[in-house]
């Protein structure tokens, strides 16, 4: 359903909302509700808001709200600022949690301590004050008493060379010869002031979870649920995660670890493997001999994945599409495959049931896997847009310059939805530390902001329209990378190595101009049932498929890529051949490449191998390839729209034109949209051997949106005068248009 962007469905678009777009196109920034809540406070506020070009605000508890969080009070403030803000023609978008990561609803539902986040803890240390089973634990716990944790088992564990020898189950008091004695209990989170004294949520249990939703979505409903899906458009879950996942530093460690666990995770587990998790365990954390790999570890890797998106995300999804009201929000740690192991296990696999999935970018970093991998699911599951929540500890000099590059990389990878972070509504007490800079009065500039929120809405009213075109799907190495997560001394070298290829792989192709999307092993099947070619994911096909060196891949995934090649399409693989399938030794994918091409993981080779992929190339005059812009291609009906703009900050003379040649692919009429400020203008072409060629001179900051239109008559545009000055968004003047 277009619940956002309804306007983005028309035949074309209308030229005055790209002149004057509405509000559901402007940006919606984290308004930090930390201090004492008045009406007057509320509205003088939202009359900021509308003053900066905003088209909304995100009611977000932060430290420093002294009215009582989730209180009848506190619920008809977030109603008084729904009411006046939809008086203002302005969105007010909901947020879960008091400050964040969600799930605990402040600590109400984890008063409750069956719905406390807990791990596995295995340590050489019998522990007295544990309970002795699950039974006597849940006893105290009835009893409201506040038990530890409970014990389970132990082992002996024989290692040589470091590598798991032998290992196996045996009681607490075992007399052992050789190995080490290892006891496994399960343990409760610690009480934190943080929590309001109480502890994070286990984001595995589906009741923990339903009982966050009646404290906190359901109170919501109650309060202004006439409004959902129409001024109340979404509601922002914040950094949910699943805590306790964690290597060992060295194999022959003394000291403690900790993996990710709930209660019933033993049960669904050999539900779902047909083998007892307690006769595995050691594998999770130890490395077997010869470089063996453990389908095990991978198990329960993919395993805690699918019980945190199907516990936290999915149940929050479908009540949300229930009360006609979209999830949107960011994971924890999504940009690296290291740390989304550590927080998710697969951060693509969160955003499957979100109706406008979200990420995180702060401290002006350009983590492109965390925009791609959000944007990439949202493509194929047809949802109308992506958030990020942007700008984040930027520091009070940072200036508009940083807010247009920062903007405007996003909105080319596929961001529509700008929540700025952050806007202080005080800045008393602790309120002056909290991550500036506060986008909001407090800075001197707010009165110009408009300049920046123009820019982006103009931007947005083009970029919802149509769909995106992208010629590449590239499978996410995440599965490879969990077979390595054993002990940091012996598997951090090849950690490092597929991360670094990881970042490297987004950098030469988005740099290098080729657009792709993320596929998700584990989204794959659900989302391309009858493989042929183009392999079609959903809502989006490819032409061509890169596998970068993985050192595995699943077996439906296998499945759909022999089908692909079987009908004609490309496959690549960069770097090895994965020599792995499920996790167990197959030579399935090595038959597979000899029909395939196969290239070394380095910048040259890949996009050599992707040439004929390319819609667009953009050389600068020395006939080197651009090496900071990015760019968005839409087909919308019958025309394309064509986005690019800078990446990073240019360091010296920014004065000093940037002059390229544009070249894309097909015969188009060009037309210049600025904006900035709302106009347009042709653009000379000319076309060579089916393509269109523009000449463009940029400055550091620009960036620039081209309609391309059918051509009706080439011979008008043939030998025109090039465009020398097809330069558009200069902060200091405006453009003059040959």
């Known amino acids: 359903a277009d619940m956002l962007y309804p306007k983005s469905q028309s035949e074309c678009l209308d030229f005055n909302l790209f002149q004057n777009p509405t509000s559901e196109y402007r940006g919606t920034p984290f308004w930090s509700w930390n201090c004492k809540l008045t009406k007057e406070l509320i509205e003088k506020q939202i009359d900021v808001f509308r ?11 932060r430290t420093g709200l002294e009215t009582v969080y989730l209180s009848r009070e506190y619920l008809e403030f977030v109603k008084h600022a729904n009411e006046y803000g939809k008086e203002k023609g302005m969105l007010c978008w909901l947020y879960d949690e008091d400050r964040f990561p969600s799930g605990t609803a402040g600590g109400i539902v984890t008063e409750n301590l069956k719905y406390r986040s807990r791990h596995l803890l295995l340590t050489q240390v019998y522990r007295a004050d544990m309970c002795e089973n699950q039974q006597e634990f849940n006893l105290l716990i009835e009893k409201g008493q506040k038990p530890k944790g409970y014990y389970i088992t132990s082992y002996q564990i024989v290692l040589k060379n470091g590598e798991l020898d032998t290992y196996r189950q045996v009681s607490a008091d075992a007399n052992i010869s050789v190995g080490k004695l290892w006891h496994v209990y399960l343990q409760l989170a610690e009480e934190e002031p943080w929590y309001n004294d109480q502890t994070y949520v286990d984001a595995l249990n589906p009741r923990a979870v339903e009982k966050f939703i009646e404290v906190t979505h359901q109170q919501y409903y109650q309060t202004m649920g006439g409004e959902f899906g129409k001024t109340i458009p979404a509601i922002f879950t914040d950094e949910p995660h699943v805590k306790g996942k964690m290597a060992l530093p060295f194999a022959e460690t003394n000291s403690d670890a900790s993996i990710s666990f709930t209660d019933d995770f033993a049960q669904t587990y050999e539900q779902e493997y047909g083998v007892c998790f307690w006769d595995i365990l050691p594998e999770i954390l130890w490395e077997l001999p010869d470089q063996k790999v453990s389908v095990h570890r991978y198990h329960y890797h993919d395993h805690l994945a699918e019980r945190f998106v199907s516990s936290f995300t999915d149940t929050i999804a479908s009540w949300c599409n229930k009360h006609n009201i979209a999830l949107t929000g960011h994971y924890l740690s999504e940009r690296t495959l290291y740390s989304q192991t550590l927080a998710l296990s697969d951060a693509m696999r969160c955003y499957r049931s979100m109706q406008l999935p979200g990420i995180d970018i702060l401290c002006d970093q350009k983590e492109l896997s965390t925009a791609k991998q959000a944007v990439s699911v949202a493509r194929q599951y047809g ?4 958030l990020s929540e942007l700008y984040g500890v930027t520091h009070w000099d940072y200036d508009f310059k940083g807010h247009k590059l920062q903007g405007d990389w996003q909105a080319a990878l596929g961001i529509t939805i700008r929540c700025h972070h952050l806007s202080y509504m005080s800045m008393e007490g602790e309120a002056k530390r909290d991550w500036p800079a506060s986008i909001s009065y407090q800075s001197p500039w707010y009165e110009k902001y408009s300049f920046i929120e123009n820019h982006f809405s103009r931007l947005n009213t083009v970029l919802t329209r149509g769909k995106p075109v992208v010629k590449v799907g590239v499978i996410h190495p995440i599965e490879s990378f969990w077979i390595s997560y054993g002990p940091v001394d012996q598997t951090q070298t090849i950690r490092d ?20 999307d993320l596929i998700s092993e584990s989204l794959l099947p659900q989302l391309c049932q009858s493989p042929s070619n183009p392999l079609q994911v959903g809502e989006m096909e490819y032409d061509t498929i890169v596998v970068p060196n993985c050192r595995m891949l699943r077996s439906s995934t296998v499945e759909r890529l022999e089908e692909f090649v079987r009908h004609g399409g490309k496959l690549v693989f960069a770097g090895a051949v994965p020599a792995l399938v499920d996790a167990l030794p197959s030579n399935r994918v090595q038959l597979l490449a000899e029909s395939s091409t196969i290239v070394a993981m380095n910048r040259q080779e890949l996009l050599e191998a992707l040439k004929d992929d390319r819609v667009v190339e953009i050389r600068q005059t020395n006939g080197k390839l651009s090496e900071n812009l990015f760019y968005q291609m839409r087909q919308d009906n019958e025309e394309q729209w064509l986005f690019i703009c800078h990446v990073n900050r240019k ?29 347009t203008a042709q653009v000379a072409a000319s076309y060579i051997d089916g393509d269109t060629q523009l000449d463009a001179q940029l400055f550091a900051e620009d960036s620039l949106l081209l309609r391309l239109a059918k051509l009706r ?26």
């Open 497 to 516: 190595q597929m991360d670094l290829d990881f970042e490297n792989l987004m950098q030469w192709l988005l740099y290098g101009t080729v657009d792709f």
């Open 383 to 386: 949802r109308e847009g992506v």
């Open 51 to 61: 003053q900066m070009g905003f088209g909304g605000f995100h009611v977000h508890p």
């Open 651 to 679: 360091k010296n003379l920014t004065d000093i034109p940037e002059n390229y040649q544009i070249r894309i692919r097909g015969e188009w009429g060009v037309t210049l949209y600025d904006t900035q400020n709302g106009e």
């Open 713 to 738: 008559e080439k011979t008008v545009h043939q030998n025109t005068e090039l465009l020398k000055n097809l330069s558009l968004v200069h902060f200091d003047t405006k453009p003059d248009y040959l």
